[in-house]
């Protein structure tokens, strides 16, 4: 780290405050702050009213790891969930897979089993499903996607978004404003979980990678749900969702928490695994996995 004088700092500490000053003097100044590279700055400041430790979050968005990410978060306004193959995952290389996996982590599965009445097999097929066991975590850093998300109340970083999105890809303007307005406040209240989570955890947040919507870990949870429903499977201490037996036990306490209960019918396993993703294709592929698991 490169250290500067006292002198410069001082003299930088000053002019940041006349220019803080300037700004709350004229309200543009602030409005153009999206233009310049400074995307964050609005949500830093929404942070800090919300009760955020000021020093740890303009740490934070100060971090060159940090940035605005529109052609990350422009996916999620194309992502079609019925063009998933979700058939890949019952051929039998995939089974072949998660039978082993069975195997490998039996003693955590069957703990989460007898500890929260979930079936091994359906846990099994969620991680299948979401991460392919683990074999993908997904490239994009969560709190990038997430803080993008939560700056689109600014119009300007709004329009940005738009122009990201490929012509041919675009959707209808009205149906993209409209879900703008509703993931922007749904990607602030991530944020903050994140930010929670992280600090409870003692990680870093800027460290944690995930997918195009946020999600994180082997059982690709949302911040939300890894604050108040993951578990520490393992007993050391920590909640990991990076961590196999954190995994499991975290999905075996989501499932309870939704209402999964030892010997429900089938059509109730259908309405509580739809709260993991609000997709039936995704949902009857789960089943249909768990159901292979079980012929041994």
């Not at 803080?20 to 602030?30: D, G, K, N, Q, Y």
């Not at 949500?43 to 009213?49: A, F, H, K, N, W």
């Not at 195997?103 to 097929?125: F, M, N, P, Q, W």
């Not at 050391?236 to 075996?252: C, E, K, P, Q, T």
């Amino acid at each position: 780290m490169e250290f500067l004088p006292l002198s410069y700092k001082r003299i930088s500490k000053f002019f940041s405050i006349v220019l803080l000053c300037f700004a709350f003097s004229f309200p543009h100044v602030i409005a153009e702050e999206s233009k310049n590279g400074n995307e964050f700055a609005k949500l830093s400041q929404r942070l800090i009213q919300d009760g955020f430790n000021p020093e740890k979050i303009n740490t934070l968005f100060s971090s060159e790891q940090v940035f605005f990410t529109p052609s990350d978060v422009s996916l999620f306004f194309i992502h079609s969930e019925s063009s998933l193959n979700y058939d890949q995952f019952i051929a039998l290389k995939p089974i072949a897979k998660a039978r082993g996996y069975m195997e490998t982590h039996r003693e955590s599965l069957e703990r989460a089993e007898k500890t929260y009445g979930v079936d091994k097999t359906v846990i099994t097929a969620i991680l299948l499903v979401e991460t392919q066991l683990g074999g993908y975590l997904g490239k994009r850093t969560v709190i990038n996607t997430l803080s993008t998300m939560a700056a689109l109340t600014d119009k300007n970083l709004k329009e940005r978004i738009w122009q990201s999105i490929p012509n041919k890809k675009k959707p209808n303007r009205e149906k993209f404003e409209k879900k703008v307005e509703k993931r922007s406040q749904w990607g602030y209240q991530e944020l903050k979980a994140l930010i929670k989570y992280t600090s409870r955890e003692q990680i870093a947040p800027e460290s944690i990678k995930g997918s195009y919507a946020g999600a994180m870990g082997i059982p690709q949870f949302m911040p939300s749900n890894a604050l108040t429903l993951a578990k520490d499977g393992n007993n050391d201490g920590r909640v990991d969702l990076f961590n196999h037996a954190d995994a499991i036990s975290s999905v075996a306490n989501y499932l309870k928490h939704h209402g999964w209960k030892p010997g429900i019918p089938r059509q109730r396993q259908h309405e509580v695994l739809f709260r993991y993703n609000h997709s039936n294709y995704y949902v009857d592929t789960l089943l249909k996995v768990s159901d292979k698991l079980k012929e041994g």
